[in-house]
C-alpha cells in the first residue's frame, strides 16, 4: 500500500484521539470513583444502579420509622408499667382493707391513698409523646380523660396508628384507650371506663367501709391487672418484633449499599493499573507518531 | 539527408519536458495539505519518432508531456459518500442523546430517584406526626420540588428540541450553499473540459463540496454521458439526486426550503411553529440519512405516533414525561388505577378522598397544574365540577411535565395535605398511609412503580445513546479506512515528490548538456570546417 504524509497525520491524529479519550475515561472513573456517570456508558448497571438507590432509601427511611415507633412503644411501656404499680398498690391496699382487724379510721386512710392512685391512673391515661396523647386513638391532640374519670373523647377500635416499617410491613404503635382502661372495649366520650370504675367503686367500698365489698375489689383488681398483663404482652411482642426489624433493616442496609458498591464502584487499584497501562501507550503513539511526521526525504537532500 | 537542428530541438523537448514535469511536482507539494486535493501525473510519451528515407529505421524525437491527469479511485468517491451519510445521522444523534441523557441526571445523587425519595420520605414523617406544621410544610416543598423537577425536565426538552429545529434550519441553508458551488464549479468544469482536458483542480473541489454534501442528507451523485460532443468527447453532466429527485442537473439546482408547519406534528409534545423540510419548488422531500435525518428524528420522532420518525426522539421523552405526572398525579390525588389492566380505572384511597388537619371537607387535589400567569390552579377549578371517575380521569389528559404543579390548596395551607380518613382526627393518619404506599405500586404503570416507570425511560435512552455511540464509533472508523485509501491513492508524498524532483532535475541537466554537445558540434562544423 502507498503511504503518503498526510496519511500518517491523520492516523496519528486518530489514534492518539483515541489513546486521550481511553484516557480520559479511565481519568474520569478514578476521579468519581464510578464505573458510569452517564446510563449510555452501561445501560444493565445504570439501571440496577438506580434500583439499588431506591432500595437503599426506601431502609434508611424504615429504619428511622422503626426507630420512633420503638420509642412511642417505649412511652406505652412505661406509662403500662405505671399502671401495673398502681393496681399492685391498690390490690395490696385492697387486701389491707379488707382484712376485718381494719378499721374504719384504717379504710379512710387507705380510701385518700386509692383516691390518689385513681388520679394517677387519669393522668396515665393523658400521657403524651412528643406532645400527642397517646391513648386517644387518632385524636391525638385531645385528652383521653376527663379530670373525673370519664373519657373525654371516644376511641374506636379501629384508631391504630400505623407505621410502615418495610414493604407492605406495617407495625400499629399505639395502644387505645378503651383497651387498656374499659378491658378491652371501646372508650365512648362522657362514660367510665371500666378500670376507673373499678377504682370508684372500691372508694365508695371503702368510704362504707365494708370488708365484704372492700374484697370484691381484690377481685376486680385482678381483673384489671390481667387485662394489663395481655395489654403488656401484646406491646412486648410488638417491641421484640420492631427490635428484630431494626436488626434485620441494618442487615439489609449493608448488603444494597455493598451491592450499590459492588455495581457501580470502580475498582481503583485495577483502574490505576489501567490508566498507567494507557499512560504508556499514550505516550509511545505520541513519541512513534511524532519521530514519523517528521522526517522525509526532504532531510536527508542537499 | 538529416535536418540541420534536429539535435538542438530534441534536445530543446527534453528541458521541456523535464520542466513540465518539474512544474507538476511542484504544484503536487505546494498542495500536500489541501483538503481534497487529489496529486497529479504528468502524462508523458516519446515525441512522434521521424521515418528515415532510406529505410535505416526511425529515429526519435525526444518527449513530450501529452496530458496531466489527477491520480483518483472515482469508486473509493461513491463509497465514501454511502458511508458518510450514516455517519452523519448517529454523529448527530450521538451528540443529541447525550444532551438528553445529562438531563434527567442520572445516576446520581440529585436525580429522579433522589428527588422522589425525599418527597416519600416527607410523607412518612409526617405521617409519624400529621400535627407538625414544620413537616406538613416539609411535604409541601418537597411536592413542589418533584413538581420542579418535571417543568425544568419539559423545559429543557423543549429548549432542546427549538434548539435542533435552528440546526435544521442552518443545515438546509449549507445544503443549499453548497449545491450553488457545485453548480458553479458545473460550469466551470464543463466549459474547461469541452476541449477534451480534464480540469483536475477543479474536480477535487467538486468532490470535496459532495463529500461534505454527504453526510448532511442522503443522495447520489453521478457523471451522466449524454451523448457526444463535436470534437467527439463524451458529453459527461453532474446530476446529484436526494432521494430520487434531481438536486443538482448539470447547470441546473432545484433547492431545498423550510417551512413553519402550521400545525403541529405532534398536537402534545411538540413546541409550535417547528420547520418542514421540503422543495423550494413545493415538493415532497423524503430524507432517508445524513446529519439532517438524525437531527429530525430526535426533533420529530415519537416512535412512529401521529407519522413522526419511528424513533424515540425528544416528543417521545416529553410524551412519557407526559404521561408519567398525569398517571402519578391521578393516583396520587384520586386513587385511580387500572387494577385489573382493562383500560378501565378502578378507584382506590387518594389525596382527595382524605382530610387535613382541622379541615371538614375532602376533595383537596394535592397535584394540578399551572394555570394561567403560571399560577397553581386550585383543585375546584382544576376538576371542573367533573364527579364521575371517567370525568375526574380526564381532567388529567390537561396536566403536562411542563405545567405540573402543587395546587393552589396545598401551597396556600399546608394544613390541607389529607392524612386522615376522618373528619376531625389529627392522630388518623390511615389516608397518608395509602398514599404513601402507592410508592411501591406496582400496578400504577405497566412499567410498575413509579420508579420503575422512570427507571425504564432512562434506562431505555440510556440504550439508545449507547447504541447512537457505538455505531457512530463504527461508521467513523469505516470513513476514516476509505479516506485512508483516498489518501494513499491520491494523497501527495513528500518522499516522491522529491525523488521525483531529483529525477527530473537530472533529467533537465542532462538535456541542458545535450544543448552544450550539440552547440559543440555545430560550432565545429560551422566555425572550423572548410574554414
Do not use: C
Request: glycine content about 8%; hydrophobic content about 35%.
Amino acid at each position: 500500500m502507498r503511504i503518503t504524509n498526510n496519511m500518517l497525520v491523520n492516523n496519528m491524529i486518530y489514534y492518539v484521539g483515541n489513546n486521550l479519550s481511553r484516557m480520559e475515561s479511565y481519568q474520569s472513573k478514578l476521579a468519581t470513583g464510578k464505573k458510569i456517570s452517564v446510563p449510555s456508558d452501561d445501560p444493565v448497571v445504570a439501571a440496577r444502579a438506580l434500583k439499588l438507590r431506591t432500595d437503599v432509601s426506601q431502609v434508611k427511611q424504615h429504619k428511622t420509622n422503626v426507630q420512633d415507633a420503638l420509642s412511642w412503644l417505649e412511652i406505652t411501656e412505661s406509662a403500662l408499667s405505671n399502671v401495673g404499680a398502681i393496681l399492685q398498690r391498690a390490690r395490696e391496699l385492697a387486701v389491707q382493707g379488707s382484712s376485718s382487724t381494719a378499721t374504719a379510721d384504717d379504710t379512710k386512710k387507705i380510701e385518700q391513698e386509692v383516691a390518689q392512685l385513681r388520679q394517677q391512673l387519669i393522668g396515665i391515661g393523658n400521657s403524651t409523646y412528643a406532645g400527642r396523647y397517646i391513648f386517644s386513638g387518632f385524636k391525638t391532640d385531645t385528652k383521653l380523660m376527663n379530670d373525673d374519670g370519664t373519657f373525654a373523647i371516644g376511641v374506636d377500635g379501629d384508631e391504630s396508628i400505623i407505621f410502615e416499617i418495610g414493604i407492605s410491613d406495617n407495625i400499629n404503635v399505639n395502644v387505645l384507650g378503651g383497651d387498656l382502661f374499659n378491658n378491652g372495649g371501646i372508650a365512648t366520650a362522657t362514660s367510665k371506663g371500666q378500670l376507673i370504675q373499678n377504682m370508684d367503686d372500691f372508694l365508695a367500698a371503702l368510704n362504707t367501709g365494708d370488708h365484704n365489698l372492700i374484697s370484691n375489689a381484690i377481685a376486680n383488681i385482678d381483673d384489671d391487672m390481667n387485662n394489663l398483663l395481655r395489654i403488656r404482652a401484646n406491646v412486648g411482642a410488638r417491641y421484640n418484633r420492631l427490635e428484630m426489624t431494626s436488626d434485620r433493616l441494618d442487615s439489609d442496609e449493608i448488603n444494597f449499599t455493598t451491592l450499590m458498591s459492588e455495581n457501580e464502584d470502580v475498582d481503583q487499584a485495577q483502574n490505576i493499573m489501567l490508566l498507567k497501562s494507557e499512560e504508556n501507550v499514550y505516550k509511545a503513539s505520541l513519541s512513534g507518531g511524532a519521530r514519523v511526521i517528521q522526517t522525509s526525504l526532504v532531510d536527508f537532500l542537499s | 539527408m538529416r535536418e540541420s537542428f534536429f539535435g538542438f530541438n530534441v534536445a530543446v523537448r527534453g528541458l521541456y519536458t523535464a520542466q513540465r514535469n518539474l512544474d507538476i511536482i511542484n504544484h503536487n507539494v505546494n498542495n500536500v495539505n489541501t483538503p481534497g486535493y487529489s496529486r497529479q501525473q504528468a502524462v508523458q510519451t516519446a515525441s512522434r519518432p521521424i521515418s528515415i528515407y532510406n529505410g535505416t529505421g526511425m529515429v526519435g524525437s525526444g518527449s513530450e508531456v501529452i496530458g496531466i491527469e489527477r491520480v483518483r479511485d472515482e469508486y473509493l468517491d461513491i463509497k465514501y459518500w454511502s458511508e458518510s451519510v450514516s455517519y452523519g445521522e448517529w454523529e448527530a444523534k450521538k451528540a443529541l442523546l447525550s444532551d438528553m441523557e445529562v438531563t434527567f441526571n442520572e445516576p446520581s445523587d440529585s436525580g429522579f430517584n433522589t428527588i422522589l425519595d425525599e418527597f416519600f420520605s416527607s410523607l412518612q414523617e409526617l405521617a409519624k406526626d400529621p400535627a407538625s406544621e414544620a413537616i406538613r410544610t416539609l411535604v409541601s416543598e418537597r411536592g413542589v420540588t418533584v413538581a420542579k423537577y418535571f417543568n425544568s425536565l419539559a423545559t429543557h426538552f423543549e429548549e432542546l428540541q427549538i434548539d435542533v429545529n435552528d440546526r435544521i434550519e442552518t443545515k438546509v441553508s449549507e445544503i443549499n450553499s453548497i449545491g450553488a458551488q457545485i453548480q458553479q464549479l458545473n460550469r466551470q468544469i464543463y466549459s474547461a473540459e469541452l476541449d477534451g482536458n480534464t480540469a483536475n483542480d477543479l474536480r477535487d473541489q467538486r468532490t470535496l463540496l459532495v463529500d461534505k454534501l454527504s453526510k448532511i442528507i442522503n443522495i447520489d451523485a453521478n457523471e451522466v454521458v449524454v451523448g457526444k460532443l463535436l470534437n467527439g468527447n463524451e458529453d459527461k453532466r453532474f446530476v446529484i439526486t436526494i432521494s430520487g429527485k434531481a438536486f443538482i442537473d448539470h447547470f441546473s439546482l432545484s433547492k431545498l426550503a423550510v417551512t413553519q408547519r402550521s400545525s403541529k406534528l405532534n398536537p402534545d409534545e411538540d413546541v409550535p411553529n417547528l420547520y418542514d423540510v421540503g422543495w423550494e419548488d413545493g415538493n415532497k422531500l423524503v430524507i432517508r440519512g445524513g446529519e439532517l435525518k438524525g437531527y429530525i428524528d430526535i426533533r420529530d420522532g415519537n416512535e412512529g405516533e401521529n407519522g413522526s420518525p419511528v424513533y424515540a426522539g425528544i416528543p417521545t421523552y416529553i410524551k412519557k414525561l407526559n404521561q408519567f405526572v398525569q398517571t402519578f398525579a391521578r393516583a396520587f390525588n384520586e386513587g385511580y388505577i387500572d387494577y385489573d389492566n382493562d383500560g378501565v380505572l378502578e378507584d382506590g384511597t387518594g389525596h382527595a378522598d382524605g382530610y387535613g388537619k382541622g379541615g371538614t371537607t375532602t376533595g383537596v387535589r394535592f397535584f394540578t397544574m399551572l394555570g394561567e400567569e403560571n399560577k397553581a390552579v386550585s383543585s375546584a377549578d382544576f376538576i371542573d365540577g367533573e364527579i364521575t371517575i371517567a370525568g375526574i380521569a380526564d381532567r388529567y389528559s390537561n396536566i403536562t411535565a411542563k405545567n405540573f404543579s402543587v395546587s393552589k390548596d396545598i401551597l396556600d395551607d399546608f394544613n390541607k395535605i389529607a392524612t386522615s380518613d376522618t373528619i376531625g382526627e389529627v392522630g388518623n393518619i390511615v389516608n397518608i398511609n395509602k398514599l404513601i404506599e402507592l410508592r411501591t405500586n406496582t400496578q400504577m404503570f405497566a412499567e410498575g412503580a413509579p420508579e420503575d416507570f422512570m427507571k425504564s425511560v432512562i434506562t431505555s435512552l440510556g440504550i439508545d445513546s449507547q447504541q447512537a455511540i457505538r455505531i457512530s464509533a463504527n461508521q467513523a472508523a469505516i470513513v476514516k479506512q476509505i479516506e485512508n485509501r483516498k489518501l494513499s491513492d491520491s494523497g501527495v508524498s513528500i518522499d516522491e515528490e522529491m525523488a521525483n524532483l531529483i529525477k527530473h532535475q537530472q533529467a533537465y541537466g542532462a538535456a541542458a548538456q545535450m544543448v552544450n554537445a550539440m552547440a559543440e558540434i555545430y560550432d565545429i562544423l560551422i566555425n572550423r570546417v572548410g574554414v
